[in-house]
């Protein structure tokens, strides 16, 4: 008789975390705090659209630390970090500490130049469970996203 057993990464499919610890999911119910888990566990992870990365990291109680990566060229890419509480009523992550920063690559990959082109700014970040986990970036400063549906990048399992 064969056995086949299957294997679940949490931070390859953050939708499992909820479902192994027992909660009733991001969008209501128990889960998040009562079990001591940051809600925002359930959405960590890396979302793209076109040539931008969004990564979302939870850090302390509700708190999630948002890095967005978006390259102009091969030799310059622009960076945002941003953290906020995140709100499991409304999925929303709103945040006031923008930093953005500009790179400038030399061709062994290294950073030439880095240019901070401001602090302070603001927005806030939506997350969408439908078909599968999506997030929309809503840039106050610079509207750089504006129209854009970032979609969760699943990882493959190694075999």
Not at 110 to 135: P, R
Not at 149 to 157: C, G, K, L, N, R
Request: glycine share 12%.
């Amino acid at each position: 008789m064969k056995r086949i057993i299957i294997l679940i990464s949490l931070s390859a499919v953050p939708a499992a975390a909820c479902v192994l610890s027992a909660c009733s999911g991001a969008s209501g119910g128990s889960g998040g705090e009562e079990d001591g888990q940051n809600p925002v566990m359930n959405f960590i992870g890396e979302y793209a659209c076109d040539r931008a990365v969004v990564l979302v990291e939870a850090g302390e109680g509700n708190s999630a630390t948002v890095t967005v990566t978006w390259g102009s060229s091969a030799w310059e890419s622009s960076e945002w970090v941003m953290s906020g509480e995140f709100d499991e009523n409304t999925l929303t992550i709103e945040y006031r500490n923008c930093v953005r920063t500009d790179h400038v690559y030399k061709s062994d990959g290294t950073v030439e130049l880095e240019n901070v082109m401001y602090e302070d700014g603001g927005g806030f970040i939506v997350f969408s469970e439908g078909d599968g986990l999506s997030l929309v970036w809503e840039d106050d400063q610079e509207h750089v996203a504006d129209g854009m549906v970032f979609t969760y990048v699943y990882e493959e399992a190694d075999e």
